[in-house]
């Protein structure tokens, strides 16, 4: 009767704390609202559109103006016209535009007497996204525009229009972009850094939370309340931050999955219990880091770097199997890294829990954590001797 008591006592402590710092409430519900606002409005049209492409156009011919109407009426590219080379490379510098190609002088003739006319293409690499996009869309006009010519050739000579499109395009590519058909920018990256940002807050403000009763010397009165035992010291904190975070992580799903109608394969309400279990390992993992390191100010610098380290171990930006070995096996201790899986077997491959059940034992394994440093913290609670700074 005394441990749920102690456990109450702390819990409702932790609530006057939350009153009276509103740190907690702005670190939590008002970052992760934030951050949901920026990518889901940032990337809401799903790809950038209206890229200013520069184009200088030597030739003046009916080929070259009808490639650059060709090229302005892309859902990416808009066409940014220049009389000369040293205008367009200005205008690049200036960051007034991403990329400009030069059509050569002669185009229309050289291509009208089967010579190779040669386009020249600039791209500014600071504005990767937008100069690689500008790119497949130039390319994508030119091979356009070579078909053309080539199929007014063959119709010149009484090919057939089989025997013409067999010639200008052999290979026929069927392509299945699977979970993700629209190639939407916002189903790629909202779905892991929404939740990767949970990660981040779940660690830092945990962290924060029991490295403050350090620096604010109040951690002897914590463990007062909590009956002397540090097990319900950390059942009572838990038990708000658990039910804060968990709230807030299930928001997302339905955010993601019934308002914005994200692409699911499987089942919304198997993304509820993958996203509590990435919260509770996220919170076995910030016990650990202060329980390892009771100084706030280093604690709450590797969590921060965990966290941000995770997003790259996920391994939804580039694939864990491109990179070394010994990363493979490193990328095990983040509680992201399981998830994504969890998320890739549910969403995408809509497999269930048949697929993805030893992610969510690798989850419930970091539980584990806070056993190995429970006495470490207490210590720390009891003697006060760690720096507060």
């Not at 850094?193 to 109040?218: C, D, F, N, Q, R």
């Not at 509820?272 to 919260?279: E, G, N, Q, W, Y």
Request: charged content about 15%.
């Amino acid at each position: 009767m005394n441990f749920w008591k102690n456990i109450r006592a702390v819990a409702f402590r932790e609530i006057e704390v939350h009153k009276k710092r509103p740190v907690y409430f702005l670190g939590s519900v008002g970052v992760i609202t934030f951050c949901a606002v920026f990518f889901l409005t940032f990337f809401g049209d799903g790809l950038p559109h209206d890229l200013p492409i520069g184009i200088v156009d030597n030739d003046n011919s009916s080929m070259s103006r009808q490639f650059a109407r060709q090229l302005d009426a892309t859902q990416l590219g808009k066409t940014v016209k220049f009389d000369t080379f040293a205008e367009a490379r200005l205008a690049m510098q200036r960051g007034e535009i991403t990329s400009f190609c030069v059509i050569p002088k002669g185009m229309y003739a050289d291509v009208s007497a089967s010579r190779q006319p040669v386009f020249t293409y600039y791209l500014n690499g600071m504005y990767f996204l937008g100069g690689s996009l500008a790119y497949k869309d130039i390319l994508t006009m030119i091979n356009l525009t070579n078909g053309a010519v080539q199929r007014k050739v063959l119709r010149a000579k009484g090919v057939n229009e089989d025997q013409i499109m067999g010639r200008i395009k052999p290979i026929q590519v069927d392509t299945h972009q699977i979970g993700n058909a629209y190639t939407s920018y916002n189903y790629y990256i909202s779905n892991m850094m929404l939740p990767a940002v949970l990660e981040m807050i779940v660690i830092i403000l945990l962290i924060y939370s029991l490295g403050s009763e350090l620096k604010y010397g109040t951690s002897r009165h914590l463990l007062r309340t909590g009956g002397g035992s540090i097990v319900t010291v950390l059942g009572g904190k838990l038990l708000v931050y658990t039910a804060l975070f968990t709230a807030i992580g299930m928001s997302l799903v339905f955010l993601l999955y019934d308002w914005m109608h994200f692409p699911i394969a499987g089942s919304v309400w198997n993304m509820f219990p993958a996203i509590i279990l990435l919260v509770l390992a996220s919170e076995a993992v910030a016990i650990f880091i202060i329980g390892c390191l009771p100084v706030p100010r280093l604690a709450l610098s590797i969590g921060a770097l965990y966290s941000v380290l995770a997003i790259s171990f996920a391994g939804f930006t580039l694939p864990i199997e491109a990179m070394h070995p010994a990363i493979r096996g490193l990328a095990q201790a983040f509680p992201l890294r399981h998830y994504f899986l969890i998320y890739t077997d549910e969403v995408i491959l809509g497999t269930g829990p048949a697929s993805w059940w030893p992610e969510a034992i690798h989850l419930m394994l970091f539980q584990f954590l806070p056993l190995a440093v429970m006495i470490r913290l207490k210590k720390a609670y009891i003697y006060q001797n760690y720096p507060k700074e």
